[in-house]
């Protein structure tokens, strides 16, 4: 082979910084903060006070590859962590505040973390957990001194820190990020982005078959940061020149819609049951939904009524998207294609609206069959979706064995199929499909059509053990609040809708409990109701 005669500078996450601060001073971040009045500076701003944190990351005697992690929101603060913590050469373990106590203790003793950096609303629990730790050094509250209750002030620290920092050249393949699954299933598992999967996965979000975004754009991500930063856009945004804004935890619907309104935000993303509530709100005041063009939803299935109704009534596309915690998490975007479009309006809105997306560049895709054989992409043959790419995982954090196969293909634990214009549904997760008789049921597309039913707030399927189909169905409706449903009023709902002998057993109201991660939590759901056609 004849060697390259290019540059090979690292992907580093600094130099996206860097530009950011060159090309975009003045471009604006806006954040929310715990108990503080709202924040506002620009990406000079950002670059100085990241400079700040990795001097004062140095102080403190944390080295390259050492790991300092982080229990905050959506705010200025945390995103001044993503870039100074990596940016020295250390890795940000962004643990998850929604796990319990034992496992965010067991997250970050093993990350084996040498710094807390956390939010006020989180003092109770670092107080609580704050004894069982066993490698931490320096406990540190995302405050200024007068809300920090003589704990040490993150502002305090900072103001007498240099606001420069000659950013360190290192090898791109060196660890970023450390994010740790749910753990719904055993203990949490950690995935550590490098530098190069961060920057190339950044750099494959802001492309016109993914997010599409522009330095005009104004982006509020409302997935949390700490969830696989946020589907990336901390970089995207900044990369691009993006305004940002940070709604801290307050993903209620009055607030986000107060941050839209007022920040003219055109882009935003987060878990379907965010916009869910967002939606309610705008229909119940009629209010609309201001400069805003696009929302990415994705972590569970968006529901078709969902999609419809943003973009029917309020003109907002919404772009589904599919990943998890192991692929940084971009694996497909809802994009239309020429090939889609030239069969009619129809045609695309009924694909973007129910597939989890299309092939993008960096993550291949395959659907198996029990015995690993590939299944083909008809739209119709359902298998093991696995997936390839230089922003898949290879190991977990500290497993001694690789997570791939042979061939270097993870099995995403998803049942999918693929359509000959490459676009992809997933039908279930592996461990939550319905066998009855024999056959599957897809407790996604039962959920689906549930949720467009007026006054439903969340729809969930379980299969649930029955002593002649193996399993069957049942359905647990959470109501929008003030709503009075009856049972006929829901199934009536579902009959035209889909196949009879998918028709649920049973109908329960009841509040549907969430994951860490805010899935619809099954395992509870089936250790609740597991019993009732028994
Ligand atoms: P957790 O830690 O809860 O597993 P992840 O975000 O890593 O959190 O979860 C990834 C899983 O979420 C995927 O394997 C898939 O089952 C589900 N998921 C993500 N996006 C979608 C989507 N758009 N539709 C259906 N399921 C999705």
């Not at 601060?21 to 108990?35: G, Q, W, Y």
């Not at 069969?343 to 695309?348: A, H, I, P, Q, S």
């Not at 390839?388 to 001694?400: I, M, N």
């Amino acid at each position: 082979m004849l060697p390259g005669l290019m540059q090979s500078a690292p992907l580093q996450i600094s130099s996206i910084l860097r530009h950011a601060a060159l090309a975009f001073p003045t471009r604006e971040i806006v954040s929310r903060l715990v108990d503080e009045p709202v924040f506002r500076y620009d990406y000079r701003g950002l670059a100085r006070r990241a400079a700040k944190v990795a001097n004062l990351m140095a102080a403190l005697g944390v080295e390259a590859g050492d790991r300092v992690t982080s229990l905050a929101w959506n705010t200025h603060r945390h995103m001044e962590l993503f870039y100074g913590v990596p940016g020295m050469g250390a890795v940000l373990h962004t643990a998850n505040p929604r796990l319990s106590d034992d496992q965010i203790i067991y997250t970050i003793n093993h990350a084996e973390s040498r710094v807390l950096l956390f939010d006020r609303s989180f003092a109770g629990l670092v107080a609580r957990i704050r004894p069982h730790l066993t490698s931490l050094r320096h406990v540190i509250q995302l405050s200024p001194p007068e809300l920090c209750d003589g704990l040490d002030s993150y502002e305090t620290l900072l103001a007498a820190q240099e606001d420069a920092f000659d950013w360190p050249v290192f090898s791109e393949n060196a660890g970023s990020f450390l994010c740790y699954t749910s753990g719904t299933t055993g203990d949490p598992k950690g995935v550590l982005y490098s530098h190069r999967s961060v920057v190339l996965h950044a750099l494959a979000g802001g492309l016109s078959s993914a997010f599409g975004i522009s330095a005009f754009d104004v982006i509020m991500p409302c997935s949390s940061l700490y969830h696989a930063t946020a589907w990336g856009l901390p970089f995207t945004a900044v990369m691009n020149g993006a305004k940002l804004v940070l709604p801290c935890d307050r993903m209620d619907a009055v607030s986000l819609q107060q941050l839209i309104q007022g920040e003219g935000v055109t882009f935003s993303g987060g878990v379907p049951t965010i916009w869910t509530m967002y939606l309610d709100h705008l229909n119940r005041t009629g209010e609309g939904a201001g400069a805003l063009k696009r929302v990415v939803i994705g972590g569970s299935a968006v529901p078709r009524a969902m999609a419809e109704s943003f973009q029917t009534t309020y003109g907002v596309s919404v772009l589904q998207i599919w990943g998890m915690t192991e692929t940084s998490p971009l694996g497909v975007v809802a994009t239309p294609t020429p090939a889609l479009a030239a069969l009619g309006e129809d045609e695309v809105n009924e694909v973007i609206w129910t597939r989890q997306g299309r092939l993008q560049f960096g993550i291949e895709l395959k659907i198996v069959d029990e015995t690993g054989a590939p299944l083909p992409h008809d739209g119709e043959s359902s298998g093991a979706l696995l997936v390839r790419g230089p922003w898949t995982l290879e190991r977990y954090y500290r497993a001694e064995r690789t997570a791939l196969d042979a061939d270097g293909w993870f099995d995403t634990g998803d049942i999918a199929t693929i359509d000959p214009l490459g676009f992809m549904r997933i039908t279930d997760r592996k461990k939550d499909v319905i066998k009855s008789g024999g056959e599957w049921i897809s407790s996604i597309d039962i959920e689906n059509v549930a949720a467009a039913c007026p006054g439903v707030k969340v729809a969930a399927v379980v299969g649930v053990f029955h002593p002649k189909w193996e399993e069957r169905p049942v359905l647990i409706v959470e109501p929008h609040d003030g709503t009075e449903l009856t049972e006929t009023e829901v199934l009536d709902f579902l009959a035209p809708h889909i196949v009879k002998w998918w028709m649920p057993d049973r109908l329960i109201f009841a509040p549907v409990p969430l994951t860490a991660t805010g899935k619809i939590d099954k395992k509870r759901l089936r250790d609740l109701y597991g019993t009732v056609l028994g």
